[in-house]
């Protein structure tokens, strides 16, 4: 039973659309977050979600949107993709600090 | 800006050798010390974490803290060719579940049979 889960695994469209990562956490952790790693493997913080506190990495365009229906889910919504939005995106969860569990990631590629 | 640098590497060393990995940070008042291990299309993992300065030992892997040097590494004790893999440093200023963690650019380790 998978502890975060992310779906899809790879997904690749064209510029301009929108498109939407889920994730969904089964520890029952008060924390989720975004990350984006891209082509150099440098992992930054896009979202962080707890008790209904949004907080965002101000250099994170406001194209991108987390959506959490609920503590154990927060999506990842993204409008108007452009070609720098091509990375791997991970969601990870957390109880205490730095207790991440990631998801096995989305592997996002605009064309 | 609060930044976390590592050698990029990639770092050699053969079957059996102690690998250090080092790792700076910005923010002196830090207080939460990690290292995750990704292997190429996986998703990180944790294998270390610290919070005060000396060092910890969890098997082959030891982590070391020096706040007033603002530096952290890992050494890897009789390396094997599976420990192969990008070595992330992640630090965060909180030590509660209120922080987000700042990662390094990780370092790359090839343990060559």
């Known amino acids: 039973d998978t502890a975060v889960s992310q779906t899809p695994k790879y997904l690749v469209t064209q510029m301009g659309n929108d498109k939407s990562i889920k994730c969904e956490q089964n520890l029952g952790h008060d924390t989720m977050y975004w990350y984006k790693q891209d082509s150099k493997k440098f992992l930054k913080i896009m979202f962080s979600y707890n008790n209904k506190e949004l907080i965002i990495n101000e250099t994170v365009p406001n194209r991108f949107s987390p959506k959490s229906p609920d503590k154990a889910h927060l999506n990842l919504h993204i409008n108007s993709l452009e070609l720098g939005d091509s990375a791997v995106y991970f969601c990870a969860s957390s109880q205490d600090i730095g207790g991440y569990t990631f998801g096995s990631g989305t592997r996002l590629t605009v064309v | 800006q609060k930044e976390v640098e590592q050698n990029s590497g990639p770092l050699s060393v053969p079957e059996g050798a102690i690998a250090s990995l080092n790792c700076t940070y910005s923010d002196r008042g830090s207080q939460s010390f990690f290292w995750y291990r990704q292997y190429s299309g996986k998703s990180p993992e944790l294998i270390m974490s610290?919070?005060?300065?000396g060092d910890k030992e969890d098997g082959r892997f030891t982590a070391q803290l020096n706040k007033a040097s603002q530096y952290v590494s890992l050494l890897i004790r009789d390396s094997q060719p599976s420990d192969s893999a990008t070595y992330l440093c992640a630090v965060s200023e909180y030590g509660g579940s209120q922080g987000n963690l700042i990662f390094g650019k990780g370092t790359k380790l090839s343990v060559k049979p």
């Open positions: 610290i919070y005060s300065n």
